[in-house]
């Protein structure tokens, strides 16, 4: 079995763009989630995706968006980039029932 | 909503000595299950030990621990015979069981150091 497998690993990227960091998760997974870590602090839930569909958001503004694919790659998009965006951007994928999760090693992401 | 507290930023422990990480997390549910996750700096998290609510036995895997009080809501991590390798940022979580949102809140995290 594969793990999870993130891309790009570094990327900066100046106020006012967008991006899209992917994520490739472990075969079988059907529930993929991201998370935010900034600098020294623990990981802030963003939003996860079952079945291609959204079925939780934490406590971050719509330009903040998803996707999930049936491959079970998945994209998180972030419109007009605000330096607090600047960030560790981990994925997560995992079965819906079941507690365990397998990490990927993140995208570390700096607005400019 | 949940919390989860790590109020020690850092801690140090010699090699084949024994530490422990302290964790408070405030719910109002009775179901939940607790983790503790290790990230060193390739940035991956690693799972180190998880523990079900409704379960009164502590979680055990190998050299770590867990001291799970359900009432004091505590869950610290005890690691015995700590090794270089441990060195890590380890972050305490939560995840509810009720409902189809599985997602992790995670504390702070503390930054453990091993002396050799």
């Known amino acids: 079995e594969t793990g999870v497998t993130q891309s790009p690993t570094h990327l900066i990227k100046t106020r006012g763009q967008q991006v899209t960091l992917r994520c490739s998760s472990q075969?079988?997974?059907?529930?993929v989630s991201w998370y935010q870590q900034a600098l020294g602090q623990g990981p802030q839930f963003i939003f996860q995706?079952?079945?291609?569909?959204?079925?939780g958001r934490g406590n971050f503004p719509p330009r903040f968006s998803g996707l999930q694919f049936p491959n079970y790659s998945s994209e998180l998009n972030v419109n007009a980039l605000e330096l607090d965006d600047s960030a560790l951007y981990l994925c997560?994928?995992?079965?819906?029932?079941?507690?365990?999760?397998?990490f990927g090693s993140g995208t570390r992401l700096t607005v400019v | 909503a949940q919390t989860v507290t790590q109020s020690q930023p850092e801690m140090s422990v010699q090699e084949a000595e024994t530490v422990t990480l302290s964790c408070t997390y405030d719910?109002?549910?009775?179901?939940?299950?607790l983790f503790w996750y290790k990230q060193p700096p390739s940035r991956q998290m690693i799972l180190v030990i998880r523990?079900?609510?409704?379960?009164?036995q502590n979680a055990t895997e190998n050299r770590f621990s867990v001291n799970f009080q359900k009432a004091a809501k505590s869950f610290s991590l005890k690691i015995s015979d700590s090794q270089l390798g441990d060195a890590a940022m380890y972050f305490c979580?939560?995840?509810?069981?009720?409902?189809?949102?599985?997602?992790?809140?995670f504390g702070k995290g503390i930054t453990l150091s091993v002396r050799p």
């Open positions: 523990q079900e609510a409704y379960k009164q």
């Open positions: 719910t109002s549910e009775s179901d939940y299950y």
């Open positions: 997560a994928s995992s079965f819906i029932d079941v507690y365990g999760y397998t």
């Open positions: 979580a939560y995840r509810s069981r009720t409902g189809a949102n599985s997602k992790l809140t």
């Open positions: 995706y079952y079945r291609e569909e959204e079925n």
């Open positions: 075969s079988g997974h059907n529930t």
